[in-house]
């Protein structure tokens, strides 16, 4: 792997380098990680033992919060070793790891994203074929075709890093390894990777978003064809969740396109990626959580089995 690569080992910058800042940012980033994996564990949890959960969409929300459990356990850890301990270094093949399956997990999270938008709108606009439609098979099919497209899309570029060439300064200005900035300390011409990653970049979000709006457009129709105020709140209400989380998703990738100056990009870059490998990762669970009834009442169950289990 390191044929062309004079430098075996990067150092992550991270975001400050005020030592109370880090301090509170420790103490920050561990907490939001610790809140992440408990509730995207209990909403996985939920949905493997509760009968209720057995729907389409609560498959989907499932593999969406492993998802963000692998994601932020990729991201925040080694980042928060680097504090405690002080050691930024990062060894070559474990930084173009650490790329590859940060890169692979969001791909595959925009994939499901519209999966879950596609489920909303057959619930909605077709609610007496939701069953035949979105059957189980078909629900398996759609997440195995998330991950197997993103694992490919994301594996030419990984595999393109390889030949860079690393001689120089080996100092990453971000607190993982992102791309863009690995990109800028290659010593060799990196025009063609870079290309490689913007298309795929557009890409994906540009379907990803035209169909997530698609299916938002004809559900809103749909909706607003419903007779009682009653059933067009209920209807909203299933969608809400998912358009919030959709939200977060999208407008962290506008921030990152969208910069003030080229002289804060990288500062831009790091902000946004702290509230999607940490912030959004948390809020999530608490997003779905606190808006679905069932979820809810499944959680309420498992709390009082575990409560009256001693008793028994």
Same mark, same amino acid.
């Given at each position: ?19 109370q800042?880090q301090?509170?940012?420790f ?7 610790l ?8 909403? @996985?949890f939920l ?17 969406l919060?492993f998802?963000?459990i692998?994601?932020t ?9 680097s504090?405690?301990?002080g ?16 890169d692979?997990? @969001?791909?595959?999270?925009f994939?499901?994203?519209v ?5 909303r709108?057959?619930a909605?606009?077709? #609610?007496?074929?939701?069953m ?5 098979? @078909?629900?398996k099919?759609?997440?195995l075709?998330?991950w ?5 899309m ?10 860079l ?5 080996n ?7 992102d791309?863009?900035p ?5 010593c060799?011409? #990196?025009?063609n ?6 298309v795929c ?8 978003l ?10 809103i129709?749909?909706?607003l064809?419903?007779?009682?105020l ?18 977060i998703?999208?407008?962290?990738c506008?921030?990152?396109?969208i ?17 999607t490998?940490s ?12 808006r679905?009834?069932?979820v809810k009442q499944?959680f309420?169950d498992?709390?009082k ?8």
């Amino acid at each position: 792997m390191r044929n062309h690569t004079e430098i075996t080992s990067f150092i992550l910058l991270g975001l400050t380098e005020d030592p109370q800042l880090q301090i509170l940012m420790f103490i920050f980033l561990l907490l939001a990680y610790l809140l992440s994996m408990t509730g995207n564990i209990t909403i @996985v949890f939920l949905t493997l033992v509760d009968s209720h959960l057995k729907t389409a969409m609560y498959l989907f929300l499932q593999n969406l919060s492993f998802l963000e459990i692998l994601f932020t356990s990729v991201c925040i850890p080694r980042f928060l070793h680097s504090i405690s301990t002080g050691d930024r270094t990062i060894t070559y093949d474990a930084c173009l790891s650490q790329l590859f399956f940060a890169d692979m997990l @969001v791909v595959t999270e925009f994939f499901l994203l519209v999966i879950m938008s596609y489920d909303r709108y057959v619930a909605i606009c077709k #609610p007496l074929h939701y069953m035949i439609i979105m059957s189980h098979s @078909v629900c398996k099919s759609f997440i195995l075709g998330c991950w197997v497209t993103a694992s490919l899309m994301i594996f030419p570029a990984t595999v393109m890093l390889l030949d860079l060439e690393f001689c120089g300064p080996n100092a990453i200005d971000h607190f993982f390894c992102d791309a863009n900035p690995i990109l800028k300390i290659a010593c060799s011409d #990196p025009w063609n990777i870079e290309q490689m990653v913007l298309v795929c970049s557009v890409v994906v979000f540009i379907t990803t978003l035209v169909c997530v709006v698609l299916s938002y457009t004809y559900i809103i129709r749909t909706i607003l064809r419903f007779p009682s105020l009653e059933q067009k709140r209920k209807a909203f209400s299933t969608c809400s969740s998912h358009i919030i989380v959709v939200s977060i998703a999208y407008g962290s990738c506008i921030f990152i396109y969208i910069k003030p100056s080229a002289k804060d990009e990288m500062t831009i870059n790091k902000r946004v990626a702290i509230l999607t490998t940490s912030i959004s990762p948390m809020l999530n669970p608490f997003i779905y959580t606190l808006r679905n009834k069932q979820v809810k009442q499944a959680f309420k169950d498992l709390v009082k089995r575990i409560i009256l289990l001693p008793r028994n």
